[in-house]
């Protein structure tokens, strides 16, 4: 029998494509690599199709070989051009009035995500959020690597049990995660993957954060 969200007592959110409406923007990103590259773009569409992790398959999707080292330097150039308008971008519809009300339902929250910490510090504050979380997990680097394994250690030290927590996320790689750190886990087909990839996975999904309003 599924819970609804204010049966847990934890909320495990990722960031990019969950919580941030950036997929038009790394689209745009990844385009200007190719043009830049002398590439066809690629359309929102095909990119929610062809988006996965760890995020060199998605180069890979759309006919480069990168290897190791060509990887890293269109990682930087991406990161470039994402990074210069990613203030542009807002926080999903619906985002904020979820978080408030889960929060009275008294759930806390913690973020989970590819986004080098750094950088996920900082624009988490922008949008005044860090406060409100009892712990933040950004990457190591720029590269949107697995989270698998920090997942795993994401809730040592909370007082929460995982039975309590609900993981949410916007990719089959968050399903992923949370299945390595042992929690239930919705996925919002807002984001970085179309539907169609997200069905089949053994977790709910739906279409928006409409959809879980009712539940907090």
């Known amino acids: 029998m599924r819970k609804p969200l204010s049966a847990y007592r934890h909320a495990v959110w990722d960031w990019n494509g969950t919580l941030l409406d950036d997929t038009w923007l790394c689209c745009e990103s990844l385009n200007l690599l190719l043009r830049e590259d002398g590439h066809p773009p690629v ?3 095909r990119y929610r199709r062809i988006f996965e992790f760890p995020v060199i398959r998605v ?21 470039a051009a994402y990074e210069t308008r990613k203030h542009e971008c807002r926080l999903h519809d619906g985002a904020e009035t979820l978080l408030d009300a889960l929060s009275r339902s008294g759930l806390t ?26 712990r933040v997990c950004g990457g190591h680097d720029i590269h949107a690597r697995s ?26 790689h968050d399903a992923e ?34 959809d879980l309003l009712s539940e907090a």
Request: with cysteine; aromatic share 6%.
């Open 43 to 45: 359309d929102p569409m």
């Open 147 to 172: 989270k698998e394994e920090r997942a795993r250690t994401h809730l040592e030290g909370l007082p929460v049990e995982c039975a309590d927590v609900i993981y949410v996320g916007d990719t089959a």
């Open 109 to 134: 929250h913690s973020v989970l995500s590819a986004y080098e910490r750094g950088l996920l510090d900082s624009t988490l504050r922008h949008f005044g959020l860090h406060a409100r979380l009892l």
């Open 177 to 210: 995660a949370a299945a390595a750190m042992g929690v239930d886990c919705v996925l919002v087909a807002h984001g970085h993957q179309h539907r169609d990839r997200l069905e089949g996975l053994g977790v709910r999904v739906v279409d928006g954060f409409g």
């Open 59 to 79: 180069y890979q999707a759309i006919g480069l070989t990168p290897d190791e080292g060509s990887f890293r330097a269109m990682s930087v150039r991406f990161m």
